[in-house]
């Protein structure tokens, strides 16, 4: 079982900066993809990013430029720093890690969430 806290969200302003954090504890298989997805009411859950083991990332296109996804493997913590946040960025910002095991299968976990809200 994976345990995966989320912290770093809140409000920002509108072209200012927030740097979410998520923190894995448990059973934590290599390789493993990690990545952020958000969700804001009314509109379907959306790929933030997303970053393998090794280090290769991939972004949505909606913040492209301007977010950045990391992961500290000795850690166990993923981060997304964001910047030039915009009012359409706003949303709960989940947590995901996903690994495959041969002959098992395909795991994934999410986190509780974390809000973040962004001031015009």
């Known amino acids: 079982q994976v345990h995966l806290v989320e912290s770093g969200g809140g409000l920002a302003q509108a072209g200012g900066s927030l740097r979410l954090s998520c923190t894995a504890s448990?059973?934590?298989?290599?390789?493993?993809?990690m990545g952020w997805f958000r969700q804001a009411p009314g509109i379907e859950q959306e790929l933030v990013a997303t970053?393998?083991?090794?280090?290769?990332?991939f972004y949505g296109d909606s913040v492209k430029g301007r977010f950045t996804i990391s992961r500290d493997n000795a850690k166990n913590t993923l981060y997304l720093q964001m910047n030039s946040l915009k009012s359409e960025d706003a949303g709960v910002y989940y947590c995901?890690?996903?690994?495959?095991?041969?002959?098992?299968?395909?795991?994934?976990?999410w986190g509780q969430g974390t809000q973040v809200t962004v001031s015009s």
């Open positions: 995901h890690l996903e690994y495959e095991l041969p002959s098992y299968g395909a795991y994934d976990y």
């Open positions: 448990g059973n934590i298989f290599t390789p493993s993809t």
């Open positions: 970053i393998s083991s090794n280090g290769n990332t």
